[in-house]
């Protein structure tokens, strides 16, 4: 099989946070074309109900999956996929599914002072998929659970260039620092994709240093586990699709995916 056989890898967000994942991806499957799918007619998706969530995906990727057969789907946010991503897997069983979930299995096995936050949105915080995380891997630990309403909003307006306060950004972050017993919070798992763009914002205004973690490139990896590097193969160039489910991006938006080497379809 030649690489312009190979079938292309789908990375799917609720909107442009996910560009974090693809980013690594590319890195390590340069065989592979990519297709990126912003589902942001749905955004945020932190305001739906889950029930009709759920129904709204799985319907989305019954779409997606007959127009694009794709090798694998990256689900490149960890509040479709704590929520729906056994649905979608029960629902398409011959597509393979890479979920991304917040990073407290790794968290628990870095932290030095055994205080560890996980900022994330509020639909990731109340799941109990993240708590069954926790009570498997991170029991040991001083895990605290900070769900922000607005950092996601204010993720994809920083992508895009907009100016976002510094007050506005610490007021979001803030909660994720505890000091205990002489100890402080020394790990903040980045439990929402977008989140990694801000990294740098959250560095400069943490109150002290920590390490932010970012799932990115552990989901890379586990895709790149699932598909195999063929023999003799070509890294890819040329420009790879962006799909929008509003249709209509805004022009920032559109001269983002061009800087990713994506083209708005």
């Not at 099989?1 to 909107?15: A, H, Q, R, W, Y």
């Not at 973690?213 to 790149?224: G, H």
Request: charged letters at 20%; proline letters at 7%.
């Amino acid at each position: 099989m030649t690489t312009s056989e190979l079938k292309p890898i789908l990375v799917f967000d609720s909107g442009i946070g996910g560009l974090t994942v693809l980013r690594e991806a590319r890195v390590l499957m340069p065989e592979r074309h990519f297709i990126y799918v912003a589902d942001d007619a749905a955004f945020p998706y932190g305001g739906w109900e889950e029930p009709a969530l759920k129904e709204h995906i799985i319907k989305l990727f019954a779409q997606l999956l007959a127009a694009h057969d794709p090798e694998i789907c990256i689900i490149a946010c960890n509040t479709a996929f704590t929520l729906v991503g056994a649905d979608l897997r029960a629902a398409f069983p011959d597509m393979r599914f890479v979920g991304t979930v917040p990073a407290i299995k790794p968290a628990a096995e870095r932290t030095r002072t055994g205080l560890v936050s996980v900022l994330a949105t509020p639909g990731t915080v109340k799941r109990a998929y993240t708590r069954d995380l926790i009570q498997s891997f991170a029991s040991q630990c001083n895990v605290r659970l900070v769900g922000s309403e607005n950092l996601a909003r204010m993720a994809e307006a920083y992508i895009r260039g907009e100016v976002i306060s510094d007050a506005a950004v610490l007021a979001e972050i803030e909660q994720c620092f505890v000091e205990e017993d002489g100890r402080k919070t020394d790990i903040v798992v980045l439990a929402c994709t977008h989140y990694p763009f801000m990294a740098n914002v959250f560095r400069r205004l943490a109150p002290w240093p920590v390490d932010w973690l970012d799932p990115a490139e552990a989901i890379a990896r586990q895709a790149r586990r699932l598909v195999p590097l063929p023999d003799g193969f070509e890294p890819l160039n040329g420009i790879d699709p962006a799909l929008f489910t509003s249709g209509n991006p805004d022009f920032s938006t559109r001269r983002l995916m061009q800087g990713f080497g994506l083209t708005v379809r």
